[in-house]
């Protein structure tokens, strides 16, 4: 089974909206990394968050990580159509350093 | 700087054959990291390779093999390929190790099994 479990699964949304997408995992971690894969540009790395922090931000990405609810939220602000992709997380499994990705949530911003 | 590269991009290979996929990393970077990505099983973490040397291995089989060089440059093999290798095969190299630091990937090696 994933480590990381990204919910929802799909999410369809206007631009200029908020969206927000969880990941939850199982065991402890040291970090947590937020990923978006669309065709034109592939997989690209977001937001790391260390196991210490509480949140991040990056432009109109602000990433939340909860351990004691062993759960991570990134929020997207304000969206555009070039947000459309699909979003993963990434978790180290308790500092195995396997990274073990969730199936995504698959994000689509409607102009 | 160059981002990473993978070699071939797509791959037609029967079952039986065996395959070796190449990646170099970004400049300076001494993490390489594979993926493989299906629709059924998502992103899978094969191996991680950091100076020369395997860190970690996922749960795949014996028949799927890697090795890095002196120049970071990362080979895959795959041997004896069967009909549910077919895959993206992604490579990320990260200055430190994986998941550590930030992982750059390459655009992905897309092979198809027939």
């Known amino acids: 089974s994933q480590q990381g479990e990204e919910d929802p699964q799909a999410l369809s949304i206007q631009e200029g909206e908020n969206a927000t997408m969880n990941c939850s995992y199982k065991t402890s971690i040291n970090n947590l990394q937020w990923y978006r894969q669309n065709s034109g540009r592939g997989l690209v790395h977001l937001i790391l968050?260390?196991?210490?922090?509480r949140e991040k931000h990056s432009g109109r990405l602000r990433v939340t990580l909860d351990t004691s609810k062993k759960s991570s939220s990134l929020l997207i602000t304000a969206s555009r159509a070039a947000d459309t992709a699909s979003y993963f997380c990434a978790t180290d499994a308790g500092g195995s350093y396997i990274p073990t990705f969730g199936r995504g949530t698959s994000l689509i911003v409607h102009p | 700087k160059a981002g990473v590269t993978q070699t071939p991009r797509y791959l037609i290979k029967t079952r039986g054959q065996q395959v070796t996929l190449s990646c170099s990393p970004i400049s300076g970077h001494r993490s390489v990291s594979w993926y493989q990505q299906t629709p059924g099983q998502g992103l899978q973490f094969l191996f991680e390779?950091?100076?020369?040397?395997?860190?970690n291995k996922g749960n795949f089989p014996g028949r799927f093999s890697g090795r890095q060089f002196s120049n970071s440059r990362s080979e895959m093999n795959v041997s004896t390929l069967e009909l549910g290798d077919s895959a993206l095969y992604l490579c990320a190299s990260s200055l430190g190790r994986a998941l550590t630091d930030t992982q750059y990937f390459g655009p992905g090696t897309r092979l198809t099994v027939l």
């Open positions: 390779y950091f100076s020369e040397t395997q860190r």
């Open positions: 968050i260390r196991s210490n922090e």
